[in-house]
Nanobody, 116 residues
Framework: HVQLVESGGGSVQAGGSLRLSCAASGYTYNRNCMAWFRQAPGKEREGVARIATGSGNTYYADSVKGRFTISQDNAKNTVYLQLNSLKVTDTGMYYC??????????WGQGTQVTVS
């Protein structure tokens, strides 16, 4: 069965960096879109970045462009999100999602990022 296991969250001071990882299993990894969403308390979920696992094409929300980088290691079926120049407004639960805009969307359990 499909599993998405996130890791790498934590607490960091503003201006710091974190790297989130999402290990995928249970399906053919390189035929999908993988995305990172986040949700802050009291706010709607926001898609921050996504990558087409076959082509490597990426997309970023304006709020994170130039600061966050999504990447992948196809050999490890793992997608990463490098978070640099973190702001307090980046605080939230970060979710790894497979095919977020399809009927086959699958969400990980999330990893908390807290910026102070």
């Amino acid at each position: 069965h499909v599993q998405l296991v996130e890791s790498g969250g934590g607490s960091v001071q503003a201006g710091g960096s974190l790297r989130l990882s999402c290990a995928a299993s249970g399906y053919t990894y390189n035929r999908n879109c993988m995305a990172w969403f986040r949700q802050a308390p009291g706010k709607e979920r926001e898609g921050v970045a996504r990558i087409a696992t076959g082509s490597g094409n990426t997309y970023y929300a304006d709020s994170v462009k130039g600061r966050f980088t999504i990447s992948q290691d196809n050999a490890k079926n793992t997608v990463y999100l490098q978070l640099n120049s973190l702001k307090v407004t980046d605080t939230g639960m970060y979710y790894c999602v497979r095919d977020p805009y399809s009927d086959y969307a699958w969400w990980g359990q999330g990893t908390q990022v807290t910026v102070s």
